[in-house]
């Protein structure tokens, strides 16, 4: 008897484990896939603040 509701408690807990990894796993596509439709833009945004911040550092030089 206790082997059978050991049985029964293990199934159920990798079956909640399985649930888990596969929300999990859905969560890492979702998040990568808006990561990487989005770095052009992220990058784009990067470079123009690293390109504005170059130049007011040559114009303070200049004052």
Do not use: C
Request: without cysteine; charged residues 15%; hydrophobic residues 50%.
């Amino acid at each position: 008897m206790n082997l059978f509701i050991s049985f029964l408690l293990y199934r159920r807990k990798s079956k909640h484990f399985n649930l888990l990894y596969r929300q999990n796993s859905l969560l890492f596509h979702t998040v990568f896939l808006f990561l990487v439709s989005e770095s052009p833009i992220i990058i784009h945004t990067f470079a123009d603040d690293m390109y504005a911040r170059h130049i007011w550092g040559q114009q303070a030089k200049e004052l």
